[in-house]
């Protein structure tokens, strides 16, 4: 299944892409996208996604921590988002 | 104006001809302005500085749209604004064109040990805040948050995501910036010197825009064009309105022109269409100074709807007379209910729900859709609010958690000798107080439950795409929730009597 990454600030800088779309096994959940992402991405992205503090991680705009946490399953067209703080006003 | 011997400035009656009030070291008198009439808020600073040969004075005033009563002309000091429910339109129906302030008084604390101390604590509250680098660097410029959230209000509220969003980003904002500013005394310095370097709008600059002004002139005309909202941010500051109800005002007519409800004889031949944002400018310069078009959107969405006639109401996006800024409440319901029951109308700065929008986890995380429990998120939001503003006091920090109401609170009681204020639970109670006194102020002018009202796309028209699809803001239930956790009367929206006597409001029963 296909799944559609967005990522923002320093973590688009380290991918150097605004987007991408990752191929994923049937069954897989967030965990599995994440270390992926480390995997693909390397040392540096890994460290800088586990600093950011209050990274909210958006599956298909909702927040991961209502839809199972790091165990959220996945669906083929899902899109996440890896949004580090940002603010409006 | 502490500096110069007084706390507030209470203006009443109307001048005879135009004036601007100059307070300086406890004196105050009304000088002449009637040179001042016509001119834009950055010339008016100029001159009143020049004519008491002072650069250090700092000014307050209105632009061509205040004077012209404008309903959404704001009070413009410097580069800053207080934008929001018409104040300038006060300011010009008193023919009161600016308040000229210079103060060499030294501030009198009751405890300045203490007071040293506290701000020690507060310093260290915001270096060490997880988000004050972020905020710190760019502000609100950028638009992200909310289209990924899909509920950036696009085509009149009518979409949640705008096309091209990315070019609104704060990376691309990062890449025109001058320089960082920041208000009196702020060590976070969140503003912003904006400047076009190329383009349509080469050389326009502005101390800006902020998240809100991003929106105003590119959602409701459904273009995402950085230029644009450099320009037209500047524009307004100029004239002296608010960007929020101007491009919302600017959204209402687009939609009015694409259903046939006004034409071009209407706009004087100005092509409305969405992703033709050609025309705002001129509209802009319509509005402030009541021209053609500009006359009747000058009145506000709901006055102007009402004006138009033939259904247009239905596309006014306002509560209580006041437009919504931007986030579209179906994609967050303690945000919207907010927007719903703020005294002044639809103004995000009530009582902002962070929790919702950036997944603040105090008092607790929130699942922004859901409706359980968000009457009383709402009112913890509104009170922490109107606690913080009672100090006057910037409402980022603490909606951040920089400043906890414990440092807060022994702020407040160091600076006045109140030993009260040092009680959290207190301060609290403050905050409640205050939003049912300004609630209470409502009741007497004759507001109620039928004022708590949104446009009935916002609760009957399921958004129709993007991440918040299929959602609406289900009103009834939340509005109940709400009176509940506030302890109002739910059939009437009005404060019960055991509720003011509990809060020492008593005074305003049966007024």
């Known amino acids: ?89 | 104006m502490k500096f110069a011997g007084f706390d507030a400035i209470i203006v009443k009656g109307i001048a005879d001809t135009p004036a601007f009030l100059w307070v300086h070291d406890g004196q105050y008198e009304l000088r002449d302005a009637t040179y001042l009439r016509g001119l834009d808020c950055d010339d008016t600073h100029t001159l009143i500085r020049e004519e008491l040969s002072d650069p250090n004075i700092r000014v307050a005033c209105i632009g061509p749209a205040g004077e012209r009563g404008v309903k959404y002309a704001g009070i413009f000091s410097d580069r800053r604004a207080c934008g929001r429910g018409g104040g300038g339109t006060v300011m010009g129906s008193k023919n009161l064109k600016a308040i000229a302030i210079r103060g060499h008084q030294r501030l009198e604390l009751a405890d300045r040990e203490a007071f040293a101390a506290a701000v020690k604590e507060q310093i260290k509250g915001y270096r060490t805040n997880r988000e004050f680098a972020t905020f710190s660097e760019s502000g609100t410029q950028n638009s992200e948050f909310t289209n990924v959230l899909g509920m950036f209000p696009t085509k009149n509220f009518r979409e949640g995501v705008l096309p091209n969003w990315e070019q609104l980003e704060r990376t691309e904002y990062n890449k025109l910036r001058v320089r960082k500013t920041r208000c009196y005394s702020c060590m976070i310095h969140c503003g912003s010197i904006t400047k076009m370097g190329t383009g349509n709008y080469a050389g326009a600059w502005s101390e800006g825009p902020e998240y809100e002004t991003i929106w105003a002139f590119t959602g409701p005309v459904a273009l995402a064009d950085i230029g644009l909202t450099i320009a037209a941010d500047k524009l307004c500051d100029d004239l002296g309105l608010d960007t929020i109800s101007t491009g919302s005002a600017i959204g209402f007519a687009y939609e009015l022109y694409e259903r046939g409800l006004i034409t071009k004889k209407d706009t004087g031949g100005l092509e409305l269409t969405y992703g033709n944002n050609e025309p705002v400018m001129q509209l802009i310069r319509q509005i402030a100074y009541r021209q053609g078009l500009g006359d009747i959107l000058a009145e506000g969405t709901r006055e102007a709807a009402r004006r138009i006639g033939h259904g247009a109401e239905q596309y006014a996006i306002q509560v209580k007379g006041l437009e919504l800024p931007a986030y579209d409440p179906r994609g967050a319901k303690s945000h919207g209910l907010n927007l719903m029951t703020s005294n002044i109308g639809a103004d995000h700065n009530t009582g902002y729900a962070p929790q919702e929008i950036f997944g603040a986890p105090f008092p607790r995380e929130v699942d922004r859709f859901a409706v359980e429990g968000k009457g009383e998120l709402t009112k913890w939001n509104q009170d922490l609010t109107a606690l913080f503003e009672t100090g006057i006091l910037c409402s980022f920090a603490p909606s951040m958690g920089m400043l906890s109401e414990e440092v807060y609170g022994r702020l407040l009681s160091a600076a006045t000798g109140v030993a009260d204020f040092s009680d959290p639970a207190y301060l609290w109670q403050v905050g409640e107080r205050i939003f049912n006194l300004e609630r209470m102020f409502n009741v007497r002018e004759g507001f109620g439950i039928k004022d708590d009202v949104f446009p009935k796309r916002l609760t009957e028209e399921p958004m129709p795409g993007g991440p918040s699809a299929g959602q609406v803001f289900e009103a009834e239930p939340l509005l109940t929730d709400y009176y509940q956790a506030r302890g109002w009367d739910v059939k009437t929206g009005i404060p019960t009597k055991a509720k003011l006597n509990e809060l020492g409001l008593g005074l305003t029963i049966g007024k």
């Open chain 1, 1 to 89: 299944m296909n799944v559609e990454i967005l990522f923002f600030g320093q973590l688009r800088e380290l991918a150097a892409v605004r987007q991408t779309t990752f191929v994923m096994s049937d069954g897989a959940r967030l965990v599995d996208l994440i270390k992926h992402l480390g995997e693909e991405y390397g040392d540096a992205f890994r460290r800088e996604l586990s600093n950011i503090r209050r990274l909210q991680i958006l599956i298909n705009g909702q927040r991961h921590t209502f839809l199972g946490g790091m165990e959220a399953p996945l669906k083929d067209g899902d899109t996440v988002v890896l949004l580090p703080p940002i603010f409006g006003g």
